[in-house]
């Protein structure tokens, strides 16, 4: 199976070389890895330069954006700075983070999974994060979701889900449109990737409303929003984080901002979202 993966990178000099170092111990070795270095001012180029001299399938892409590092349309707009010099000679695409340490049998095991069920349209391991001199399992996790830091896909899947939203909630979207398409989605607990800046550490107070309005593009409707911003504020401990997502929400509303989602797929994502807060209370 013929991996491609993309990594977008933005002043990764702490990390960049270990998540590299971790991709070349691979027991099966990726077919492509592009890193865009997205307007870094650190040594992540020659980080990567130094790793694309030793392996002829790693290949470095530099891309000059804006410095605001806003959660979802910057870092998707670098993957597909990274997607635009690859052919289509792939079976696996992987949009993968800068800050990852992945385990010798990582791509391995999540290409047996794909090889044994046809219907498998994107696949993951979880992600832990360094607490007290001990890797524990990321907070944020949750064995029905693919965290965006390591998300995977067959070729026919990101095809059919339309590749990749340059929005916030692209992470989420993906796998909505990949269960309406009729895809399955797996996590393997077995797979520990190590996660070395935890999420959301960087994100700026500019990007504190577009939750919401994600929340919105893909068409959850006032009630769902209303909880799943009640529960995402709960689980990172910040009420004031559920006043930022439902104003979010509400200026998508008043702007009238285009979904990213039919109204057709909108229904069936309500649908979702309805049967699995249901089944919790069952």
Same mark, same amino acid.
């Given at each position: ?6 990594? !977008? ?6 990390? +960049?070389?270990?998540?590299? #170092? ?17 307007? @870094?001012?650190?040594?992540? $180029? &020659? ?9 002829? *399938?790693? $290949?470095?892409?530099?891309? $000059? ?27 696996? +695409? ?9 385990? #010798? ?29 001990? *890797?524990?399992? #990321?907070?944020? &996790?949750? /064995? ?15 095809? $059919? +889900?339309? /590749?990749?939203? !340059?929005?916030?909630? *692209?992470? &989420? ?9 009729? *895809? ?13 800046? !935890? ?23 006032? &009630?769902?929003?209303?909880? @799943? ?32 989602? @039919?109204?057709? #797929? ?17």
């Amino acid at each position: 199976m013929n991996f491609y993966i993309i990594i !977008p990178a933005h002043n990764e000099e702490d990390s +960049i070389g270990l998540t590299l #170092e971790s991709l070349t111990k691979q027991a099966l070795l990726p077919k492509r890895v592009v890193i865009v270095n997205d307007n @870094s001012t650190d040594g992540t $180029q &020659t980080i990567v330069e130094s790793y694309a001299s030793k392996h002829d *399938w790693v $290949q470095l892409v530099n891309s $000059q954006s804006s410095n605001k590092h806003l959660p979802g349309s910057k870092i998707i707009n670098a993957f597909y700075k990274g997607y635009d010099v690859l052919d289509d000679d792939y079976d696996i +695409i992987c949009k993968f983070d800068a800050d990852l340490i992945f385990p #010798e049998k990582y791509l391995k095991k999540i290409a047996n999974h794909f090889k044994s069920n046809p219907k498998l349209g994107m696949a993951a391991g979880f992600c832990y994060i360094e607490k007290n001199g001990d *890797w524990v399992l #990321e907070n944020l &996790t949750n /064995k029905d979701h693919i965290r965006g830091a390591l998300k995977a896909y067959t070729k026919a899947c990101f095809l $059919q +889900i339309g /590749k990749l939203k !340059p929005s916030m909630g *692209w992470d &989420t979207v993906d796998e909505l449109l990949a269960k309406y398409y009729g *895809w399955d989605i797996l996590t393997d607990e077995s797979l520990h990737v190590k996660h070395l800046k !935890p999420t959301g550490i960087s994100y700026n107070k500019a990007s504190k409303y577009l939750q919401g309005e994600a929340m919105y593009k893909m068409r959850y409707g006032f &009630t769902i929003t209303l909880i @799943s911003a009640l529960k995402l504020a709960y689980k990172k401990k910040s009420f004031s984080l559920f006043k930022d997502y439902m104003a979010g929400y509400f200026k998508a509303q008043k702007h009238n901002i285009e979904p990213l989602v @039919s109204v057709e #797929e909108g229904q069936f994502i309500r649908d979702l979202r309805w049967k699995g807060m249901l089944n919790k209370f069952s």
